[in-house]
């Protein structure tokens, strides 16, 4: 198993911006997924990439907010969110699965996952 590393949230103000990073050894042969939990709320699938960075998948709610990138050379992925809004806090995940094409991602398991980085969006 990866051992993935989140980093990167805060407190930020709505319409602003944060990107989080995930790291880990050996990134390059799985698939990336970030997941978010809300309070309250189940945990839900926010954008995928696959392990080459050839497909890109957004969840309709931050689809033309978010972009998910990843680097294989320094084993990193990121997902810069930009128009934050209030009901994007939450705790954010990101976890990873080998031969994976972020196929229904909040119905499939994944091999490893990180702790979590809180993203709250506040005035």
């Known amino acids: 198993q990866l051992q993935l590393v989140e980093s990167g949230g805060g407190l930020v103000q709505p319409g602003g911006s944060l990107k989080l990073s995930c790291a880990a050894s050996?990134?390059?042969?799985?698939?990336i997924v970030w997941f978010r939990q809300a309070p309250g709320k189940e945990r839900e699938g926010v954008s995928c990439?696959?392990?080459?960075?050839?497909?890109?998948v957004y969840a309709d709610s931050v689809a033309g907010r978010f972009t998910i990138s990843r680097d294989n050379h320094k084993n990193t992925a990121s997902l810069q969110m930009n128009s934050l809004k209030p009901e994007d806090t939450a705790v954010y995940y990101c976890?990873?699965?080998?031969?994976?094409?972020?196929?229904?991602?909040?119905?499939?398991?994944?091999?490893?996952w990180g702790k979590g980085t809180l993203v709250t969006v506040s005035a």
């Open positions: 976890a990873a699965k080998g031969a994976y094409w972020c196929t229904d991602y909040d119905n499939v398991d994944m091999d490893s």
């Open positions: 050996d990134l390059e042969d799985y698939a």
């Open positions: 990439i696959s392990a080459l960075g050839g497909i890109t």
